[in-house]
């Protein structure tokens, strides 16, 4: 994927090893057994003696490990590199910033309480951290996911829509169990293309409102922190560039007075932790038949979205990750969401590239810390945190989407080489996503596109006329 001229010198390079040929799973590593019997006597048990049935010599016992390397070998090797979790950490601040303004404005879609879209980002980011399968994926409230619960908790109410996402995240297990995450492989390169290109779009098209009808100063604190998000990871790469231009554009409005749209006037944040318990709603089979086809779509958008995401974020690290794992883990996260009064929520592109590609994290530490550190900023600090400027989180999104589009796609040398029916499939992705807001739906029209370009040889036939 390329970024924009000059924007990936920017961004933080990669500090944690690449790992591509370890396990799946990182969170137990497998431990090499010591050596036994004979080969542990060193270059005496290769002689005919070691090596003939007759010989009783007791076998001499092999040399205990120090206990620190025995430990040592339990967890990651990342582990003891500080470099590695000052980008882990940071990433995490930065997502968590990144996350209040985005849970609040989904709370507003799905007509709930802004707190609630916090706490539903807090639950998920945490579970999907210890359950995900995924490392630095950003699991949280969306916007896809809001659209699709929204009906069900105008019509019937709060509690019912907590059902559903209880019902929801049950059917992802079940889902997951089935092992619906091997379709995914089905996905043609050029449907993942047009997916990636239109996330992009989405991204920066919901920024746009937050520059409309807003007061001048806007524009140019906006400007200033896509200059320093540009320009910092030059002179120095200590502290993600994101991170720093929020703490310069808050420091500067709050100093010389300046009055522009902050994080607090999307709504109050949460003021305690979420405390479990029940939907308040009839168990009955009606109710079972109000939620049942809403949690339907939501535990299909949400795999879909997730899988997507966990794909992009496959081939930006050049590491693995387990599809059946993440699509289980989201319902687990779901479930638990759902008992903690949560919406429901799945992958966020937006912020796992910044977590991924602007920040650097690679490992479950920053997913984890996103979501902890939502929650601490908003009881501990949330008067701070209400002071951010909305133009410092439109830069970094912005950024996000400029980075994210494949603009090697759409160059003129890359056109002419494609075949009219690959370029066709990616233009109609592109369009169906942007258009319905809907990722699973133009995720399965351009893949029916493909089989039927396929069938009736309309690639080939490009191809022959190029």
């Not at 479990?276 to 109000?290: A, H, K, N, Q």
């Not at 601490?376 to 701070?384: D, N, Q």
């Not at 002419?416 to 029916?421: D, E, F, I, N, S």
């Amino acid at each position: 994927m390329t970024s924009t001229p000059g924007l990936t010198d920017a961004l933080p390079d990669d500090p944690a090893p690449r790992l591509a040929d370890a396990p799946t799973d990182d969170s137990a590593p497998t431990l090499t057994p010591a050596p036994k019997g004979p080969a542990s006597k060193g270059p005496s048990s290769t002689g005919p003696a070691a090596a003939g049935p007759a010989s009783t010599a007791p076998p001499s016992p092999a040399p205990a490990s120090p206990a620190p390397a025995s430990r040592r070998r339990l967890l990651p090797a990342w582990c003891s590199d500080p470099r590695v979790w000052r980008t882990e950490v940071l990433a995490g601040l930065v997502v968590a910033l990144a996350l209040i303004p985005e849970a609040i404005s989904f709370s507003v879609i799905a007509g709930v309480d802004p707190a609630v879209g916090l706490t539903t980002s807090f639950t998920m980011a945490v579970t999907l951290a210890l359950v995900g399968g995924r490392r630095a994926m950003i699991s949280a409230a969306t916007g896809a996911v809001a659209l699709v619960t929204a009906p069900l908790n105008r019509e019937h109410g709060f509690g019912y829509l907590v059902a559903g996402v209880i019902l929801a995240g049950v059917l992802q297990i079940v889902l997951g169990a089935l092992g619906v995450a091997r379709l995914m492989r089905f996905v043609p390169p050029v449907v993942m293309t047009g997916f990636v290109n239109a996330l992009a779009i989405l991204i920066f098209v919901a920024q746009l409102p937050e520059l409309r009808h807003v007061p001048w100063a806007v524009y140019p604190l906006f400007a200033a922190g896509l200059a320093l998000m540009l320009l910092l990871p030059r002179l120095s790469r200590t502290v993600p560039a994101p991170l720093v231009s929020l703490a310069v554009l808050t420091t500067l409005t709050v100093a010389a007075g300046i009055a522009v749209p902050t994080v607090g006037d999307k709504g109050a944040l949460p003021s305690s932790l979420p405390a479990p318990g029940l939907p308040d709603v009839p168990f009955s089979p009606e109710t079972l038949r109000i939620i049942a086809p809403y949690a339907l779509a939501m535990a299909l958008v949400g795999l879909m979205e997730s899988l997507m995401t966990a794909r992009l974020v496959d081939e930006l690290t050049g590491t693995p990750s387990s599809k059946t794992r993440e699509s289980m883990g989201q319902g687990v996260a779901n479930v638990v969401s759902g008992f903690l009064g949560g919406m429901g929520g799945c992958a966020m592109i937006g912020q796992t590239m910044i977590n991924v590609k602007v920040s650097g994290a690679r490992t479950r530490v920053s997913t984890f810390l996103a979501g902890s550190f939502l929650m601490a900023l908003c009881l501990a600090l949330g008067p701070v945190v209400s002071k951010i400027p909305m133009a410092a989180l439109v830069a970094i999104m912005v950024m996000v989407s400029l980075t994210t589009f494949d603009w090697r796609s759409i160059a003129p040398r890359t056109l002419r080489r494609l075949p009219v029916g690959e370029s066709a499939v990616m233009v109609v992705t592109v369009a169906v996503v942007v258009a319905t807001h809907n990722l699973a739906i133009g995720v399965v029209c351009g893949t029916c596109l493909t089989l039927l370009a396929r069938r009736y040889g309309w690639w080939g036939a490009a191809r022959r006329a190029a």
